[in-house]
């Protein structure tokens, strides 16, 4: 394949270990599990990962619009907010709505009263360590706290999404949250139909005990008469995709570095914002090299790495686990060329799903 880089590669058969863990755990524990749209929302494998989950789960009208036309199943409408002018045409694309206020609730109900309708609660506990993305961090605006609130509504909601899990690999925080979600929120729990437990919860890990999660799932299902959904976004993608990138230049300021043609900053934001090092593989060998961006921001910088061999001009760099949170986030930054986008069917072939021009740039802006 005669592709200039960057660009994303989507394994297929990489991506197919999550969904047979997740269709797996749809199968044990009777849970049903939505695609989150805000980590991952390249729809040009949809309909691969389509015979493995239930649908989508998305935050905004239009990633609830691509849901609807791009994956189908069922497709849940959630937002921190929702503006009048926008309202008619998220209902007409969801089939069950969210929302994140009883004062939302009041404003749309009616609107909304042909489909669905449910509310977001926050149990005021998290699994999160970055302040940024802690949904219950103080003063938080994501969800209802108080059960005497909520309970006057119940007439016109039928379920709950709950997100306070964030990167959790940890199966027994989740049990010991989930309990304490219990304890709070049971009055609630007990008249719902439906409750969804969010995302970040790392089960498609290695080591994650999937069957005790299953079964505490189930159990959780039972004790309410519930169905219980789940929205992996992370958990989906993990592992299954890298950022293929080109050394442009090498230099040595006090350390050797090495320039490549792509930038965390326009295609790998998050580990900007929360100061992380891409991920690279072998890392090992004599020659260490700190791998920086091309763009003109200081910090822009994928991290430090050993190489077996001197890096030199024109050799590839292949960053791993780059699928959560990139190309929703990528941006034209400094005018840095936009990564393609590849997809290595399970037979090993390559193909082309889309390139960015000149064209897609000047049209971004006006």
Not at 265 to 270: N, S, T
Request: hydrophobic share 40%; with cysteine; glycine share 8%.
């Amino acid at each position: 394949m005669s592709l200039n880089t960057p660009y994303y590669l989507i394994d297929k058969s990489k991506l197919l270990a999550n969904m047979e863990k997740i269709a797996l755990l749809r199968e044990i524990s009777g849970a049903k599990a939505l695609l989150a749209l805000k980590c991952f929302a390249t729809w040009s494998v949809f309909d691969f990962m389509r015979d493995y989950m239930d649908g989508t789960t998305s935050s905004s009208l239009n990633e609830v619009r691509l849901g609807h036309e791009r994956f189908g199943k069922e497709t849940h409408a959630y937002s921190v907010a929702y503006a009048d002018y926008e309202i008619d045409e998220v209902i007409s694309h969801a089939d069950k709505i969210i929302f994140n206020s009883v004062s939302q609730l009041d404003r749309f109900s009616d609107k909304a009263s042909g489909i669905v309708r449910g509310l977001r609660l926050n149990p005021g506990i998290s699994s999160s360590s970055f302040d940024l993305a802690d949904p219950a961090r103080p003063f938080s605006r994501l969800g209802e706290w108080d059960v005497k609130k909520v309970e006057p509504v119940m007439d016109r909601v039928s379920g709950f999404m709950i997100h306070n899990n964030c990167e959790n690999g940890d199966f027994d925080l989740f049990d010991r949250m989930l309990g304490t979600i219990e304890e709070k929120f049971a009055p609630l729990l007990k008249k719902a139909e439906w409750v969804s437990l969010g995302g970040g919860i790392h089960f498609t890990g290695a080591d994650y005990p999937l069957e005790k999660f299953a079964e505490r799932l189930k159990r959780f299902a039972g004790e309410y008469g519930v169905q219980v959904y789940l929205e992996p976004g992370e958990a989906s993608i993990t592992k299954s995709t890298s950022l293929e990138v080109t050394v442009l230049d090498t230099l040595n300021n006090g350390k050797d570095l090495a320039i490549v043609d792509s930038s965390i900053e326009a295609h790998m934001l998050d580990l900007l914002i929360y100061r992380e090092s891409a991920k690279l593989s072998p890392n090992t060998g004599p020659h260490r090299y700190m791998v920086c961006g091309k763009s003109c921001l200081a910090g822009d910088i994928f991290g430090e790495f050993n190489f077996e061999q001197e890096l030199k001009v024109g050799d590839r760099i292949s960053v791993q686990d780059a699928a959560g949170y990139t190309m929703v986030k990528k941006n034209w930054f400094n005018g840095v060329k936009m990564p393609a986008i590849a997809i290595r069917e399970l037979d090993g072939s390559i193909r082309t799903v889309r390139e960015f021009d000149y064209a897609d740039y000047e049209t971004s802006l006006s």
